[in-house]
């Protein structure tokens, strides 16, 4: 599976940004979907993950409430919605492929290559 985001940006601090994950690989909607950032001088962090199906979702505190995932398979893609952006969301972010549910990023096995999304305050 190959994994490549997109949608990333420049926003003020309240605005909203869509990022997408396109993969490429008949069997991507058997895989569960996790997305992570990491800001400058920061270990990654675990920010959303959606399972195969799509029922079965989870978030970050800090993202729950402002940031939503879902997948769309007959696309190959997933995607996250962000809203009400924070400073402190500035990161790039990452999403992965993996064949269980996990907040561990360890547990992924297929890595895109990251989008900056940066929000000014």
């Known amino acids: 599976v190959q994994l490549v985001e997109s949608g990333g940006g420049l926003v003020q601090a309240g605005g909203s940004l869509r990022l997408s994950c396109a993969a490429s690989g008949r069997t991507f909607s058997s895989y569960a979907i996790g997305w992570f950032r990491q800001a400058p001088g920061k270990e990654r962090e675990f920010v959303s993950r959606i399972s195969w199906s799509g029922r079965n979702l989870y978030y970050a505190d800090s993202v729950n409430g402002r940031f939503t995932i879902f997948r769309d398979n007959a696309k190959n893609t997933v995607y996250l919605q962000m809203n009400s952006l924070k400073s402190e969301d500035t990161a790039v972010y990452y999403c992965?492929?993996?064949?269980?549910?996990?907040?561990?990023?360890?547990?992924?096995?297929?890595w895109g290559q990251g989008t900056q999304v940066t929000v000014s305050s």
């Open positions: 992965a492929a993996g064949s269980r549910l996990a907040t561990e990023s360890g547990s992924y096995d297929y």
